[in-house]
């Protein structure tokens, strides 16, 4: 599966300039890519003035997005903000390439900067199949809260944050991606945005691929850049049949 990192600079709470951004760097992909993942609330930056950047579902971020999956023929995978019945949600979107969509909204919201106070929390993971693959789609923060991430059944082949994980914690970024890749015998993407915000947040992209034994496939990219890598799967069903770690796992229920 051919996949498309594109790390870059968020424009703060300046949605056309950033989907002009996300519009020439995927229509200038080469042809075949498969799927394509952006940061968290790549229009916008990680706000918390949703009140002045949120739009519906099927607003003109969503339109815009799946008129380039059509176009590209790929998947294309990122979070930004939706309101819905008087809520705000941190909704990460995964656009087929014939215009479809599922998607998810973000968990475990960050208490530090107070997302919980404005966005309301999901209550259910998404695991789409594409291709051939199961993928599980998760947004920044999730990443510290290894339960929800559990694979279950081995029930995905690929787990992909999108983030923006600030440059201050960036050792616990790489620490944690690759003991999730680890522990579920996954490929884990994730892309996380550069850049510093009008607050003063400094954010280093670490972007980066790993595999089922926590390998770097695409070591953290530094700055604003397009990564393209291929995923395989023979390797991964090989490993989990030969080492077969996960048939060991605790059983457990998630509340």
Known sequence: MKTALIQFDTLWE?????LEYIQDKILNLPDAINLVVLPEM???????????????????????IQKLALDKQTAITGSWVVKEENNYYNRLFFVFPDGSYQTYNKRHLFTLAGEEKIYKPGNEKLIVSYKG???????????RFPVYSRIVNQNYDVLIYVASWPDR?????????????????????????????????????HSQVIDFMGKHI??????????ITDLEKNPLQTARQKFAFLNDADDFELK
């Open 14 to 18: 300046d949605k056309q300039a950033n």
């Open 133 to 143: 693959w199961n993928i599980c789609l998760l947004v920044c923060y999730d990443l």
């Open 218 to 227: 695409v070591k953290p990219l530094i700055d604003e850049q397009i990564y």
């Open 42 to 64: 790549f229009t916008t930056g990680f706000t918390m003035n949703p009140e002045i950047v949120a739009e519906e579902e099927q607003g003109d971020t969503l339109q815009i």
């Open 169 to 205: 914690r960036i050792d616990a970024w790489n620490a944690l991606l690759k003991a999730r890749a680890i522990e579920n015998m996954s490929y884990v993407v994730a892309v996380n945005r550069c850049g510093i915000d009008p607050n003063g947040v400094e954010y280093s992209g």
